[in-house]
């Protein structure tokens, strides 16, 4: 369980970087936390987001906080 959860995490993160709304969107309601971190060499997906201009990602992942 922490495995997959961890894969998923990793999944929303991926998809915040790639601004790939619809993926964002998709795991936030499967209820992927939007503030984890999977390793310490990671940054949380609204970091991600951010850092790269995605700014209707941002925008989800904020309002889903």
Partial sequence: K???MQRRV???IDA???G??????ELLKQGVDVNA????????????A?????????SAV???R
């Fill in 2 to 4: 922490a495995r997959e």
């Fill in 20 to 25: 790939r709304l619809d993926d964002v969107q």
């Fill in 62 to 64: 904020l309002c889903s």
């Fill in 50 to 58: 951010a850092g790269k201009g995605h700014v209707d990602v941002t």
């Fill in 16 to 18: 915040a970087t790639s």
């Fill in 10 to 12: 990793l999944d929303l």
């Fill in 37 to 48: 971190v999977p390793t310490t060499d990671e940054r949380p997906a609204l970091c991600c």
